[in-house]
């Protein structure tokens, strides 16, 4: 008996170590982020859109907003690198909400826009959309709640539920020097969204020139600045999310 105990305590044990093993190497995973990089005399061009940085999100508001677009950030980025994108995106008179993602990683709250639509009765046209990572998540939350949003908005991502029947609208804009974007997905995945879908590639953008924190490993080099990248795609994202 007390061997069969001895050998119970050595595979708990051994199963307690794995497991405190596989947290540590994931706490030291998701601690490796990209971090923000907003210049403050970039930021001061926006003086007039309102911003609150709260706990759970970063909000552009322009004001008397009755479109909004909730942008899913991508992979290990801090949100507020995504303050110009959302202040240009705001200038434009979108209110634009970027949520802070649970350990950087939207995976792990793809139903966050929910908890914004529900707080802001006032807005009649709910998008939603995210960069990378972020996209594909932002395409799981409108797969499960398509009467909650018109439209869909792809930064360097693509969709991996299948959208091609529900009745949403779709901007998908790539960067023409990003070799992060697996180029062999988009293309596959491009089956999952329903036809008429808007495409948008930024020449001499890449894969973080949506956003503002320097430059992520494996991408190409950019030969438009981040600024550039970002007033492009936000001119597009307002053409699209405006246009009704």
């Not at 990683?105 to 995210?130: M, N, S």
């Not at 797969?143 to 792809?154: D, H, I, N, W, Y």
């Not at 949403?168 to 036809?195: C, F, M, Q, W």
Request: glycine residues 8%.
């Amino acid at each position: 008996m007390q061997k069969k105990l001895r050998t119970v305590h050595k595979i708990l044990l051994g199963i307690l170590v794995v497991a405190i093993l596989l947290v540590g190497a994931f706490l030291l995973y998701v601690s490796d982020y990209y971090h923000a990089a907003v210049d403050s005399q970039e930021r001061a061009m926006f003086s007039d859109i309102r911003v609150l940085d709260a706990n759970d999100a970063l909000i552009a508001d322009p004001g008397n907003a009755i479109t909004a677009l909730i942008l899913y950030p991508g992979g290990k980025v801090d949100h507020r690198a995504y303050e110009m994108l959302a202040l240009r995106i705001a200038d434009e008179g979108i209110l634009c909400i970027v949520p802070k993602m649970p350990f950087n990683l939207a995976v792990f709250g793809i139903d966050r826009a929910e908890r914004f639509i529900t707080a802001h009765p006032e807005i009649e046209h709910w998008y939603v959309g995210g960069h990378s990572l972020g996209g594909s998540m932002a395409a799981g939350f409108a797969a499960k709640q398509k009467p909650m949003v018109e439209g869909l908005v792809l930064l360097a991502s693509y969709s991996v539920d299948d959208l091609s029947t529900h009745m949403l609208r779709i901007l998908s804009i790539t960067a023409g020097n990003d070799t992060v974007l697996s180029r062999e997905s988009y293309e596959k995945y491009k089956t999952n969204l329903p036809e008429g879908v808007t495409e948008l590639v930024i020449e001499g953008g890449n894969h973080a020139g949506f956003a503002s924190y320097g430059t992520q490993k494996g991408d190409g080099i950019a030969t438009l600045s981040a600024a550039e990248q970002q007033a492009a795609a936000a001119e597009a994202i307002a053409e699209f999310c405006l246009t009704q």
